[in-house]
């Protein structure tokens, strides 16, 4: 059974500060991540993928991967309101034909 | 632009009716995927359609029936569905299936089924 595991939260912090959630999976021939914001009620958008071990950044965001300990993180740098959101953590099978396997989401809220 | 639209927004159909769910993307993409997600849960995949062919399906009960008539629009046929099948029916899509491809999520259908 292939898992994505994520603390489901809440995860508090207040405006300005840096958040950070995380991501484990289980199937180590994993080779695609993603970052997918979901507001309640809406649909999942995606804010960043990652397919190599290290960091790569994008504006505000910065999705880290390490493969030897098959963990994917992402940080919120300059945190705002506006990014209270459920973020799941997906991990494309290793298999033909893609089958994104998604984390249960952390709940991250942003308080002024 | 990376925009994959459903229709309808919103459907209430009884345990006897049948209706369909529509989605269409208009980038060339190849592959088209049928998402479900219940409340406070993360999406579950039920089919991947790569060139217009249905390469995955995940175990799916047959009163789910998807359809890909071109590689712009995927349907998915429903009958005679059960109460615990109210949740929302995400439509995806990507370049092609493969492992490294983005998928981009349409709005969703709310379905509840009474």
């Known amino acids: 059974q292939k898992e994505v595991e994520q603390n489901s939260g809440p995860l508090s912090v207040p405006e300005g500060a840096i958040a950070s959630l995380n991501c484990t999976y289980s199937d180590r021939g994993s080779q695609s991540f993603f970052w997918y914001r979901q507001y309640s009620g809406k649909s999942p958008e995606l804010i960043m993928f990652i397919y190599s071990n290290g960091d790569k950044e994008d504006g505000r965001f910065t999705a880290q991967l390490n493969k030897a300990s098959q963990y994917v993180s992402l940080l919120i740098r300059d945190s705002q309101p506006s990014d209270s959101a459920t973020y799941l953590c997906a991990v494309a099978l290793n298999q033909a034909g893609t089958a994104l396997i998604f984390g249960k989401g952390t709940t991250l809220s942003v308080s002024s | 632009d990376t925009e994959v639209t459903q229709t309808p927004k919103h459907l209430v159909m009884g345990m006897t009716n049948k209706k369909s769910l529509k989605c269409e993307q208009h980038m060339g993409h190849r592959a088209m995927y049928w998402y479900k997600q219940k409340a406070k849960k993360p999406p579950e995949l039920m089919f991947v359609y790569s060139y217009e062919k249905l390469s995955i399906n995940e175990s799916v009960p047959s009163r789910f029936s998807p359809e890909c008539p071109n590689s712009s629009l995927l349907n998915l046929h429903l009958h005679a569905l059960q109460p615990e099948d109210s949740a929302l029916y995400l439509c995806?899509?990507?370049?092609?299936?493969?492992?490294?491809?983005?998928?981009?999520f349409g709005p969703g259908t709310r379905l509840l089924v009474l």
């Open positions: 995806a899509s990507s370049q092609t299936s493969g492992s490294q491809e983005t998928q981009y």
